[in-house]
Each structure stands twice: as structure tokens, then as C-alpha cells.
């Protein structure tokens, strides 16, 4: 069975760090474009960061750019998101997808397996 699973999230203070992970299995990750989205309350899903299937490339969003990274362990089927000095405005339903091919797209109607998501809340 195909599947993505997220770990990782969880409360943090403004300008904490969290390391989400996103497990895949069934399906070989180094086929695929993995990307990270996320969906706040009251909100629209947004993509938050990408990376290319051998992990070459990698895309943000602007308002993350810096502050968080996106690798991935291809031989371990598992992508992270290592975020850095977290803000309120992070705070959301995070969500890996999966994307067969080489190219990554921040673009939810792209993605072919999504993950039930993990989430993070950043407060004070």
C-alpha cells in the first residue's frame, strides 16, 4: 500500500526549531518529487517548500526561505523539513506529497499521494 507518513510536529515558542519527517513506503521516494505543504486554520493550503526526486533542487516559499530546509534520505524513503526560528504564522497542518518525476512544484493539484499531516503550533 502506498503511503506517506509525517512525524515530528508538535508545540513550540516563537523562534524554536522542529524537524518534521516524512516516511514513505510502498512506492520507491527516489522516484519522486516530494513537497511540504500546509494549511493553517481558516486558511488555504499552501505549498511551503519542495525538493526535487535526487534532491538536487529545492524550492520555498518566500516567507520560509532561510529559515527552513528540505533534504531527504532517498535510501532511508524518508524527507525531512528542518525548521528554524518558528513563528506564529507557522503554525499549521503540515503535509508531505509525493509527485512522480524529477521536477518539484509547489502546487497541491500536482501531487499524486498526500500524507494525513502532522501539526505544529508555535506560541508563547
Known amino acids: 500500500q502506498l503511503q506517506l507518513v509525517e512525524s515530528g510536529g508538535g508545540s513550540v515558542q516563537p523562534g524554536g526549531s522542529l524537524r518534521l519527517s516524512c516516511a514513505a513506503s510502498?512506492?520507491?521516494?527516489?522516484?519522486?518529487?516530494i513537497a511540504w505543504f500546509r494549511q493553517a486554520p481558516g486558511k488555504e493550503r499552501e505549498g511551503v517548500s519542495c525538493?526535487?526526486?535526487?534532491?538536487?533542487?529545492?524550492n520555498y516559499r518566500d516567507s520560509v526561505r532561510g529559515r527552513f530546509t528540505i533534504s531527504r534520505d532517498n535510501a532511508e524513503n524518508t524527507v525531512y523539513l528542518q525548521m528554524n526560528n518558528l513563528k506564529p504564522e507557522d503554525t499549521a497542518v503540515y503535509y508531505c506529497?509525493?509527485?512522480?518525476?524529477?521536477?518539484?512544484?509547489?502546487?497541491?493539484?500536482?501531487?499524486?499521494?498526500w500524507g494525513k499531516g502532522t501539526l505544529v503550533t508555535v506560541s508563547s
Open positions: 525538493s526535487s526526486s535526487s534532491g538536487d533542487r529545492t
Open positions: 506529497a509525493a509527485d512522480l518525476g524529477y521536477y518539484c512544484y509547489l502546487d497541491f493539484s500536482a501531487m499524486d499521494y
Open positions: 510502498g512506492f520507491p521516494l527516489e522516484l519522486y518529487a
